[in-house]
């Protein structure tokens, strides 16, 4: 349990809080408070590996902004009142409106022992499904297309298969930001093995298709027709394994009729892509026994995710490369805990242990076993069904935990208002101030990763224990809890008594027994009945975990896979084949929104930066929201290189600054969905996503929403680095990014402040007149009219408090050499007055914008270190400059630099 207590210079075996690939962290703890944390070189996940986030963890593990006690209305209060208030809430709400009025909403970072709680309460307790979670804009579209071919909601293969594949396809992943630990075991697989080959399937080039690779840069939306096109060709060309097909399957018929409408012609048009580019693929494809089709939001966020789910499942069943080392269809999950979610029933249409809501047998089964008074008989509201319910007002009180929607759904805009008007809100969060918790009634206290038990799942179907390393700070408590004693205010005592985390996981492990297990996959039945001590010792184990055998021991395969041998989990055992005509995106480009806007992920955040942001190591990666066009787009709309743009859809727009590439596809535009209102003045993506979701899942199309782009026409632009980040900024743009020592600051604005001294006093947080010109050693001051260059420095101890450069034209000033002026010492008025020069002076070179976050590389140094040391490789460029010798997340990066710097260096010789 969370309590026990925390023991200094141990190191503790735990499991990353960030994506589905589940790395083991080693936390050790020192004597003065400060954690260290290095891979777990016997966790099968990573062997060590850690990426840039999952290295900066420790980080983040300061109190800044933490969340640390009830509020209620905004003033703080005991844990009795805020129980007591949300129990009472809630059953007035039920005895007034019926149950179908109150809704949880969940997040793939709970811990399985949380989630297993919360939906117990809903699903048997409170007796409605309306419990949904932010997996439903993430892993639905999967969950959906695996019950429609398996039967259940199965993962087939592990992370093995990548390594022995001689085929991978990734397809709408950018698996080199977003798992980067499985992306550098294929990269290491690649090494070792040149023959094996990658196909990367994404409208834009990303750091993954610098692996390498075959890249099919393919039009947003248009996976169904490529996949059927294959399935066509698969047929046509004699790679039916028809025993299996036979054996194990039904449906061949329909689905390889409703793929083969269209011939090659038409799949080039609808996705883009040249005919012989098509045909590459599908002959690679035809040719390779041992192929993984690696899928993630490109495939799920989509209003044909189900049905491009099932498009690239029905190609490996038609082959039978399912369940065999090397082979299968593999969905990488986003969050750390997205498949413990659902496998306890987080979504609205499941029930706990993959027992399904719709089945009289498992629901009767559950209630019996939880010996609970009212089940839910009928799916509940999905996250963006329940979010317009709440704007509707038939939701009336309603309970988030661990998720921020007022940023991640998307009209964000519109949930936002639906939180305003909501009369009963609770929030379970650990961070204060986010755009989600100002609309909270009733703010509670959650324990953080560090200082809680429980268990996750990660994308292989691997359990691994989370653990406590950190005391519970103020009065937090662990998620479980706080539903616990909620659930027992209301009524529920018995039934959550709960001990702890491993009593929790017991009766979740049992549960999972409750049907005969030939009829289902997710058996833990070998792990159940296991003691404090035990469930504390646990090691990292992939489900099915088989009841125990007669040496005690559960019985479970290291690396097991399904469906080798069919036996799914349908009625009849056989997979089904799924007909997937292809169907246009719901929205299409119009007169007034002309382009498609894309949105995703960078390497160094995480979602809405509520962690990720106090480490100022990976804010130096990317430090404002950007967009990224194709350079015939942008002199389309007038985008000038490093201006800032407007991104506007029918629902709302945002500013970013204009990132000019030709990787990027044209007609599309890149932005990530990180920013906040806690970070940027205009800049949540999410208010301008539209909110189409798919047909089968209710999966939100966060990839494709018709905007339009203008000049966001600055007349000033600014850049400042401060020691203390402002309370209020007024300039139409800001992003604010954590530095080490204090802030970086990039401004825009429409008009230039009058006083611009003024303007920066209050910037500052410093005292009237602190500006003054003659106030010579503490501030500086340089104006040049003509240029309209505003310079401003204040001093403060030999150190430098603040400094603002303004411009007509985007600041130019290198943000990593004004950045590292926070902790630089002034002793000399030289010193101060080379910080006006705004730039490196001599002996001391700029290193350019952060590549590699965890030796603070820049690309200056890897572009100098190419031209003028001769650096050709990646391995060459880290024994000089150990750059990507750590977390290795940077080397892809690091390998485009270094083609671009040599190519450029083959053009200027050509010129010569
Ligand atoms: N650094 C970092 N890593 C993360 C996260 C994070 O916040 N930061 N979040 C985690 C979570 S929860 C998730 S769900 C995963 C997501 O992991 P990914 O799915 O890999 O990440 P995204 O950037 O959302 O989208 C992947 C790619 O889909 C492409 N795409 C867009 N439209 C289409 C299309 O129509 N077809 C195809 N084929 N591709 C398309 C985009 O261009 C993008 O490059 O990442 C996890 N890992
Ligand atoms: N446009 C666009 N939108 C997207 C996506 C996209 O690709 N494009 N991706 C979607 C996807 S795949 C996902 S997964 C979502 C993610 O979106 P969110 O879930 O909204 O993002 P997070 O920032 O991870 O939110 C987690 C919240 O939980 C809090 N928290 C952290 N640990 C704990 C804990 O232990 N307990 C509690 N109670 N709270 C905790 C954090 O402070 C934070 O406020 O975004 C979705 N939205
Ligand atoms: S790949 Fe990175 S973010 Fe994902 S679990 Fe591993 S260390 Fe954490
Ligand atoms: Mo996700």
Known sequence: MTSKAIKVHTTTATTCPYCGVGCGVLATTKEDGTVSVTGDLEHPANFGRLCSKGAALHETLSLEGRLLAPHLFGKMVDWETALEFAASQFIDCINTHGAESVAFYLSGQLLTEDYYVANKLMKGFIGTANIDTNSRLCMASTVAGHKRAFGTDTVPGCYEDLTCADLIVLVGSNLAWCHPVLYQR???????????????????????????????????????????????????????????????????????????????????????????????????????????????????????????????????????????????????????????????????????????????????????????????????????????????????????????????????????????????????????????????????????????????????????????????????????????????????????????????????????????????????????????????????????????????????????????????????????????????PQTSPSKEYPLILNTGRVRDQWHTMTRTSLSARLMAHIGEPFAELHPEDAENFAIEGASLLKVTSSHGSIIARAVITDRQLKGSVFVPMHWTDQFTAKGRVDCVVSSQTDPVSGQPESKFTPIAISPFRASWYGFAVLREKPNSLTPEYWAAAKAKGGWSLELAGLQKPDDCSAFAEKLFCCEDGALNQNNNDRALVYNDPTKGHIRIALFEDNQLKAALFVACEPVTVSRIWARDLLTMNFETTAQRLAVLAAGPGEGQPDRGAIVCSCFSVGLNQITNAVVKDHCQTVNELGAMLNAGTNCGSCRPEIRRIIDEALSSQIGQNRKC
């Open 186 to 584: 294929i990269m290491a697989a690649q090494e070792s093995r040149p023959e094996m080959k990658l196909v990367v399937i994404d409208p834009r080039k990303t750091a993954t298709s610098d692996l390498d690779c075959h890249h099919l840069p393919i039009a947003p939306g248009s996976d169904v027709a490529l996949f059927n096109g294959l399935l066509s060709f698969l047929e046509k060309n004699g790679a039916v394994e028809q025993n299996y097909v036979d054996a194990h399957t039904t449906g061949v018929r329909g689905a390889c009729k409703a793929a083969g409408k269209q011939g090659l012609s038409t799949i080039a048009n609808i996705t883009g892509l040249p005919e012989q580019e098509i045909l590459q693929f599908y002959h690679s494809f035809l040719g390779t026994e041992r192929v993984v089709t690696v899928y993630s939001q490109g495939v799920n966020q989509s209003s044909s995710g189900t049905d491009k789910v099932n498009a690239i499942i029905n190609c490996h069943l038609i082959t039978g490369r399912i369940g065999k080392p090397g082979c299968g269809p593999f969905s990488v999950t986003g969050q750390p805990n997205a498949m413990g979610g659902r496998e306890v029933g987080g979504l609205s249409n499941q029930l706990a242990s993959h027992l399904s809501l719709e089945n009289l047998e498992h629901r009767n089964a559950l209630q019996k076993f939880w010996k609970a008074p009212k089940m839910a008989n009928k799916p509940g509201l999905k996250a963006v069904e329940l979010f317009e319910a709440v704007k509707a007002g038939k939701i009336k009180a309603l309970w988030i935990m661990g998720t921020n929607p007022v940023d991640s759904l998307p009209e964000a805009d519109t949930v936002r208002s639906a939180l305003e008007t909501c009369p009963f809100v609770v929030i379970s969060d650990v961070v204060l101030k986010t755009d989600t918790t100002a609309y909270a009634d009733l703010l509670l206290p959650a324990a953080a990763w560090g200082e809680k038990d429980g268990t996750v799942t990660n994308s292989e179907r691997r359990i691994s224990r989370q653990r406590a390393f950190l005391p519970l700070p103020g009065v937090t408590k662990p998620d479980w809890w706080i539903t616990s004693e909620v659930a027992k205010r209301m009524g529920f005592r018995d039934a959550f008594c709960y001990t702890g985390p491993a009593d929790i996981f017991d009766e979740y492990t049992r549960s999972t027994g409750l049907v005969q297990s030939d009829k289902r996959d997710l058996d833990l039945t070998g792990i159940s009945n296991v003691d404090e001590a035990a469930y504390d010792a646990m090691s990292p184990v992939m489900w099915p975990v088989k009841k125990r055998c007669k040496a005690g021991k559960p019985s479970f395969e290291k690396n097991y896979r399904f469906f080798a041998k069919g036996h799914f989990f349908t009625e009849d055992g056989k997979a089904r084949f799924i007909p997937t005509p292809y169907r246009k």
